[in-house]
């Protein structure tokens, strides 16, 4: 087994997500099969009870884990899946050592974080970088580990030791340091500086691990003066010195790493596959697209596109497949409210002007009551005027309450998320959630939805089979008392769990494209295959352009 670890130094959201990624293409191209582990150092048991403002989306895998978002990178970039031990915590880790020491297995010793954190660390890594990822059953050959956060901080110090110690558990030779730094370009002249790295590594050396290759993060390739001062400074050869600079779109990154000889570092053949010449063709054609389509995104956290990360990859996947170029109109759900015009009446019409000009909506899914009225606006704007429109989570909510108020007349329908007792349960809290523990006790994780019916516009789409297995996040559900009532108005309930009672997916009949899913099917997106209800928003909304 090869390991390559990928820490962070002098601030953090440099990329080391797509940098660890693009390192495990390289090892997919050159015929490996590549699995990879995320540590988080904070607290939290996981990514799950976190704000989106925090940390941006939580990603959902197939077994209901609830991760970082990074998890989402490797899925999209390997094409693997993942488990919710594949995002390492502090909050896990130390869970693990204080149940050990309850059961007696240190027998009797005082626990402490060297050796006993850091051998849990080691343990853990060891025993997930075995497990098949690619759906193949066979052991992967090589293992990317990202640690989070930078280095210097007081939470990764026990994952760096950990580290340390693992390099000669496993055997120096098969261990990469990979370490992802800025290098800072000021002044009119655009110097380069070097400074910020050589602390970073200077840091990080004096902590016991060596890095073997260095990527610089910078708005402008490397000159070979700041490439050989970096090599003298830090310890590496200049070859290993890499310049990651502002690309057009990220799958430039690993043809940029490849082209600096990144591959010949590693020891292995990248072209011992087509895939690299498959990402070169992407990369391209993202670049190629001239023609716009624009997508209203109506949400609550469009502030922080982190928030959507996985939304918005999805929407761009199946851009690629209709040779548009992606145009995302964010509007703020709650801009859309009577209420806001009379807050700021610019920002009211700018909402509204970005909305009828929009070739296609979307209506992500999101928690709590702000700006559920501008959701619900927005999507009985696309059911009047025939604009596609893809409502997801949340987004099948607002669709479903809307529907009952102004087609089945069906005054003050609501959520019960949104309303204690409202006239009209359009929404209900399911009734196998608990109401007292937020953490993991949602329904989570891949579901099978039954197909209802034998021919609508998104069963063709998913193509040929009696179910789809998508992944969900979610406490309420469609009020199943009402679906007769809704579905003899015209809105079809199409897709429905295994027992016929929960819905999962709509479909307005005679409209160009009005889908709703319970479900997330954007956590399943890749490049190369557009997750199907993002590929009819988009199919539909290209007719507009």
Excluded at 438 to 448: E, V
Excluded at 494 to 523: A, M, N
């Amino acid at each position: 087994m090869k390991y390559v670890v990928v820490s962070g130094g002098v601030l953090s959201g440099l990329g080391k997500g797509v940098t660890a990624s693009s390192i495990g293409v390289l090892l997919k191209s050159a015929g490996l099969k590549v699995t990879s582990i995320k540590i988080d150092p904070y607290l939290n048991s996981d990514a799950g009870t976190m704000s989106p403002f925090e940390h941006g989306e939580v990603f959902v895998l197939d077994d209901g884990g609830e991760v970082d978002l990074d998890l989402g990178n490797y899925e999209r970039f390997l094409d693997i899946n993942l488990s919710k031990d594949n995002n390492l915590t502090t909050g896990k880790i130390y869970s693990k050592v204080i149940e050990a020491e309850r059961r007696g297995d240190y027998l009797g010793k005082t626990v402490q974080v060297i050796p006993h954190v850091t051998d849990a660390v080691q343990d853990w890594i060891e025993d997930v970088a075995l497990r098949p990822a690619d759906g193949s059953g066979e052991v992967p050959d090589a293992c990317i580990i990202e640690l989070g956060g930078t280095v210097g901080d007081i939470e990764s110090a026990p994952y760096v030791e950990a580290l340390r110690q693992f390099q000669f558990r496993v055997g120096r030779e098969n261990v990469s340091f990979v370490h992802v730094s800025l290098v800072p370009v000021l002044g009119p002249v655009g110097e380069q500086k070097t400074k910020p790295t050589q602390h970073t590594v200077k840091e990080l050396r004096g902590l016991g691990i060596t890095p073997d290759i260095l990527v610089c993060r910078s708005s402008q390739p490397l000159n070979d003066e700041t490439r050989n001062k970096l090599a003298a400074f830090c310890h590496v050869k200049p070859e290993a010195v890499m310049s990651t600079h502002d690309v057009p779109n990220i799958y430039h990154v690993p043809l940029m790493l490849q082209e600096q000889g990144l591959c010949e570092i590693l020891g292995v053949d990248c072209k011992n596959t087509n895939l690299l010449s498959e990402w070169s063709e992407m990369a391209h054609h993202v670049d190629t697209l001239s023609e716009e389509v624009h997508i209203a995104m109506v949400g609550k956290y469009t502030d922080l596109s982190d928030a959507y990360l996985s939304v918005i990859k999805s929407l761009q996947h199946a851009s690629m497949a209709v040779n548009r170029k992606l145009v995302i109109d964010w509007i703020e759900a709650s801009h859309l409210e009577p209420s806001w015009e009379g807050e700021s009446s610019e920002e009211h019409s700018t909402a509204w002007d970005l909305l009828q000009a929009a070739h296609g909506i979307l209506v992500p899914g999101g928690f709590g009551d702000r700006g559920v009225e501008g959701k619900i606006l927005a999507a009985h704007h696309a059911r009047t005027n025939e604009i596609p429109y893809l409502g997801i989570c949340l987004g099948l909510q607002v669709a479903t309450i809307e529907f009952c108020r102004n087609v089945l007349s069906m005054e003050g329908a609501n959520s019960t998320e949104f309303e204690d007792n409202p006239e009209h349960a359009a929404v209900v809290f399911m009734p196998e959630i608990s109401k007292t523990h937020l953490g993991g006790t949602m329904r989570l994780g891949s579901r099978p939805t039954l197909w209802q019916v034998e021919e609508c516009a998104i069963r063709d789409l998913y193509g040929p089979g009696d179910a789809v297995d998508e992944r969900h996040r979610h406490r309420y559900e469609v009020n199943p008392d009402l679906i007769e009532r809704i579905e003899a108005a015209g809105l079809v309930f199409v897709g429905k769990d295994e027992s016929g009672q929960r819905c999962e997916i709509f479909e307005l009949t005679g409209h160009p494209y009005y889908v709703g899913v319970q479900y997330h099917p954007e956590f399943k997106s890749r490049p190369n295959r557009p997750s199907p209800p993002f590929l009819g928003l988009l199919q539909a909304a290209a007719k507009r352009t």
